[in-house]
């Protein structure tokens, strides 16, 4: 397997940059991952493929303001800093633009509202480009950020309020689960009335969210961890449902990766409650033990999310329902349509 397998070509005007319509309004795919079968509808109709019984987890971390601006204290050069993961409460690690001005040692400031600003100095440099940076004192995400758009999103068209699920709970993420931005609060009670669980889990979305692979062979790709949460609760009703062999689907690709990393941790697919860093690289071959069924969007070509889908249907399945969703117009990443793999 390498990396260039999981290639495709994608026209740029498929790349969403805006929310075009309402949330349930794009369009979905249905992809028969036994048959390979396709079907084309929207993403209300999700209502019909779901069952009395069926078990849909969703990830509520939501995406914190972590983009930040400023300068560097001795020189006043500009600087960009994206915060990726607290290590301790004023130590982060955190991708800085530009790299050359941001070396070990060097103190900079970063500017909120009113002309106040915070200080701060990076402690290490990593080989991947990121830096380990200190605060002089805590940060007040709300005064000093803003949230982190990918480069293709045009802020005028998109608000930051439109990047976060409608059920997001949790501040943690530097990029939202996007497959939960299809899901409107009418959706979701539509799903409960029909009997449908709607469980709850916490993953902390990451760099390697939207991070290329930078090797021809995915065994060479490191992870990075990010932070996750299971509760006693619903680590019981999930276990509950597997037993009585109903289905479970994850709303979203991070969802998979916390309960599969759970399942992995007791070695079966009885979860138990925990929190901690999963950094598990799903890709072909892998035996999942959780997961029946994903809602996902349409990912980047050559990504770790590209391999997790092709694991659960199968390589030629993903890229053949790609290469028709180019066909058919639909429209890819964050604000873009979705797939539902049964």
């Known amino acids: 397997m390498k990396t260039s397998d999981f290639d495709y070509h994608l026209p740029q005007e498929l790349i969403a940059q805006s929310p075009s319509e309402p949330r349930d309004h794009s369009r979905l795919m249905i992809l028969d991952r036994s048959s390979g079968e ?18 849909l987890v969703f990830n509520d971390s939501r995406v914190i303001p972590a983009r930040m601006y400023g300068l560097i204290s001795d020189t006043g050069s500009k600087i960009e800093l994206l915060l990726l993961t607290q290590n301790q409460p004023k130590i982060w690690k955190a991708l800085v633009k530009p790299g050359r001005r941001m070396r070990k040692g060097a103190r900079f400031q970063i500017d909120g509202l009113d002309g106040k600003h915070v200080t701060g100095t990076v402690l290490d440099q990593y080989d991947d480009g990121s830096r380990e940076i200190e605060f002089d004192s805590e940060l007040d995400f709300e005064y000093f950020g803003s949230v982190p758009l990918p480069p293709y999103i045009h802020r005028s068209t998109a608000p930051a ?13 530097i990029a939202a689960p996007t497959a939960g931005l299809h899901f409107t609060k009418a959706l979701l009670s539509q799903l409960s009335k029909k009997g449908v669980s709607l469980e709850f889990v916490t993953l902390h979305v990451g760099w390697d969210s939207f991070r290329p692979l930078n090797t021809e062979d995915p065994s060479q790709h490191l992870m990075h961890s990010e932070y996750w949460e299971l509760s006693q609760e619903v680590s019981e009703r999930i276990n509950l449902a597997k037993r009585d062999g109903r289905r479970i689907i994850s709303a979203g690709t991070t969802a998979v990766r916390l309960l599969e990393n759970a399942a992995n941790i007791n ?16 890709k072909p071959g892998y035996q999942f033990r959780v997961i029946d069924g994903l809602i996902t969007n349409f990912h980047l070509p050559k990504s770790t999310l590209l391999m997790l889908t092709s694991a659960l249907a199968g390589k030629d399945n993903i890229l053949n329902g790609y290469k028709v969703a180019v066909d058919n117009q639909y429209r890819f990443y964050s604000f873009g349509d979705a797939m539902f793999i049964v």
Do not use: C, M
Not at 38 to 55: A, P, Q, T, W
Not at 161 to 173: D, L
């Open 38 to 55: 396709i079907e084309h509808r929207k993403f209300y109709d999700l209502v019909e493929y779901l069952n009395d019984g069926d078990v």
């Open 161 to 173: 309020e439109r990047y976060q699920t409608v059920y997001a709970q949790k501040n943690g993420s």
């Open 267 to 282: 070695v079966s697919a009885q979860l138990g409650p925990g929190s901690g860093w999963a950094d598990i690289f799903i």
